[in-house]
Each structure stands twice: as C-alpha cells, then as structure tokens.
C-alpha cells in the first residue's frame, strides 16, 4: 500500500521582534544623554555670539538660533515629564510644577538681576524682572547686560499656559492644533516683517511658538509609539543638519526643523563629543553662563580692563575664561543649593495597595 504524501513541515519561523525605540529609551532614562552637553554647546555658542557681534563677525556665527534650540529642548522636555506624570499618577500637579520650576529658574535669575542693578539702571530692567523682557526689547532696542532675559520671558508664558493646555486638550486634538500654529507661524512672522515690525518677530513670545511646540509635538507623538526613521539615528545626521543651518542662517524657518533634526538625532544615537567631560562641564553652569555673562562683559571686563593687553585673540579668551568663572561661581554657590532643594518636588507614582485574595474575587 502506497503511503500518503503529506507535504514537509515548514520549520517554525521566529517572529521578527520589534524595531527599538531610540528615542523613547532614551528620554525615559533619568538622565537623558547628550542633552548636558548640547546645553553647554548651546550656552557657549550664546555667549561666543555676544561676545564677537562687536568685532562685526556675528554674521558668520549664527549664534541668534542656539536660543531657537533652548526653546525646543524647552518644549521636548517640559512635555515629556509632565506626560509621564500624567500616566503615572492620572494627573498633574501643577503647583508642585510652578514650584520647581521657580526653583530652578528665579534664585539665579534674581541673583544675576541684582547685581546689574547695583551697578546702575539698565535698558529694560523692570521689564525683564517680571518676566516681560521679550516685549520690552520687542518694541525698545535698547540693549544692557540683562538683555538675554528676554528669552526667560518667552520661556515663563510657556510654562504658565501649557500645562493648562496639556492637562485639558485630547492628545490627538493637541497635536492637530499644534501643526496648525507650525503652518501659520512663518506667515505670521512675515506679515509682521512686511508691516515693518521685523524687530518684534526678533523677541515676542507670539513670533516664538513654532520652535516651543515643535519640541512639544516631538514629545507628544514620542509618547503615542512614533519611532524615529533609522537615518535619525545616523551619527553623520546631525553633523549634515549643522552644515546646512550655517548654509541656509537667512532661512529661519528652515533652520527651525533643522536644530529640531538635530535634536531628535542627538537624543535617538548620543554622542561622544557632547559626552565628553568638559562639555559636560558647561552643560551643568549652562544656565547660570548664559545669564551671567553679559554681566561679565558689561561690568566685570569693564572694571578689569585690558590690562594693557591687544591681541585679540587673547582678550576673548580670557572674556571667556572670565565668564565661565563666574557662572561657575553662581552655579555653586546659587545654583546648586536651589536644585537639591528642587528635587523633593518632584512627583512620585502613587503606591498600588495589594489585593487581599478575598478581594481580587
């Protein structure tokens, strides 16, 4: 009797597991890699800007846009932390948000105030104490060693109304209004431009909220399962996007998804140089660097003077050097104490009580 032919088993295939998420991964860890360093970049870049736009070479820096990456690093990371509050405890603390975030913000930033102010009335002075800087200079160009606040401004009428926003609006419809304000924003700035007001677009928070929520939108959909494209993640990425932000300056609104390009690809592959310890270094005295060294321009080098010294190159690193003491000073002595404190104010998951056997019937 002939046997019957039953076709050969296929051999049981694996089941292709899930591409990692780069991203995720790494905004969830406690310490997010590369961004310390991006920061101290970011702050050094500010500062080399301010510090050259009097030798006439601020058009071959394009300084101005590591203000546009504090905004979006702003928004990525705000938003992250309060969805993740969200999800874990159903809710959102928003006193203990304000508390944090005048702990972190308000004891340096007074601190640095005073000091300009005892040293004489600047431009702008009680504008930029309440947090109003970003309209005082969008309407006055009159410049002082405070006048870097004015992106303070921009940054506290975000926190105020976001977390109102993210706390009440469906993420869906979050982000369905947040590429509408993306798409109207540009045209927003040029018809103020065509008005004659192209200082204001310089300054006020409303010319600013493309760069903010462009960093909330990469958040939000991070949050929703988006995985980043694989050449996100490449380490020429970034390197490509730099040179093309240098390239294309004059185009701001390009150069506004490039640092978010560049941004995504530092968190998704982080990298050595922005790892490394003097970078790193600059990260941690960022805040403090970056509102102090007008301070250190204006009054300090003033008062040291050159010491009889003209090469140039000499003079601006020791104008560096200068300011990154000082922050350095203002960092430990301010900064620091205000952040340990800062730390108790963070939201804890609420603690599941477990189930007696009886009960889970």
Not at 23 to 38: A, M, T
Not at 209 to 236: E, F, M, T, Y
Not at 304 to 324: K, M, P, W, Y
Not at 325 to 342: D, Q
Request: hydrophobic share 50%; charged share 15%; net charge positive.
């Amino acid at each position: 009797m002939e046997r019957a032919a039953y076709p050969a088993r296929e051999p049981d295939r694996p089941e292709a597991s899930p591409r990692r998420n780069p991203l995720v991964e790494n905004l969830s860890r406690k310490e997010i890699p590369s961004l310390f360093g991006l920061r101290g970049l970011a702050a050094l870049v500010v500062v080399i800007f301010h510090y050259t736009e009097r030798k006439g070479l601020m058009a071959l820096f394009p300084g101005q846009y590591a203000v546009t990456l504090f905004f979006e690093l702003s928004g990525l990371l705000i938003t992250w932390l309060l969805l993740k509050e969200i999800d874990e405890n159903g809710t959102m603390d928003r006193r203990q948000f304000y508390l944090r975030r005048a702990m972190r913000l308000f004891p340096v930033f007074y601190f640095v105030w005073m000091l300009c102010r005892l040293h004489g009335p600047f431009a702008g002075s009680w504008s930029t104490f309440v947090y109003m800087g970003d309209y005082y200079y969008a309407f006055r160009q009159n410049y002082g060693p405070m006048t870097v606040a004015w992106s303070l401004g921009v940054e506290e009428k975000f926190y105020l109304l976001w977390p109102f926003l993210l706390a009440r609006v469906e993420r869906t419809k979050l982000v369905k209004i947040i590429i509408a304000v993306l798409l109207a924003e540009p045209i927003y700035r040029s018809l103020l431009s065509v008005l004659g007001y192209a200082a204001y677009t310089w300054f006020a928070f409303d010319c600013h909220l493309d760069a903010i929520l462009l960093g909330c939108l990469i958040a939000i959909v991070a949050k929703q399962g988006w995985n980043p494209p694989r050449w996100l993640s490449h380490p020429w990425t970034p390197v490509c996007a730099l040179i093309l932000v240098f390239a294309l300056q004059s185009q701001n609104d390009i150069v506004t998804y490039l640092l978010a390009v560049i941004l995504v690809s530092t968190v998704c592959h982080p990298s050595r140089l922005l790892n490394n310890v003097v970078i790193r270094y600059l990260g941690l005295i960022s805040y403090s660097l970056y509102l102090c060294h007008g301070y250190t321009l204006d009054v300090l080098w003033l008062a040291f003077g050159d010491s009889g010294v003209h090469n140039a190159v000499i003079i601006f690193t020791a104008r560096i050097a200068l300011a990154i003491a000082c922050a350095s000073v203002l960092h430990f002595t301010v900064e620091r104490p205000m952040l340990r404190l800062k730390d108790r104010f963070h939201c804890r998951p609420r603690p599941q009580v477990a189930l007696q056997p009886a009960e889970r019937n």
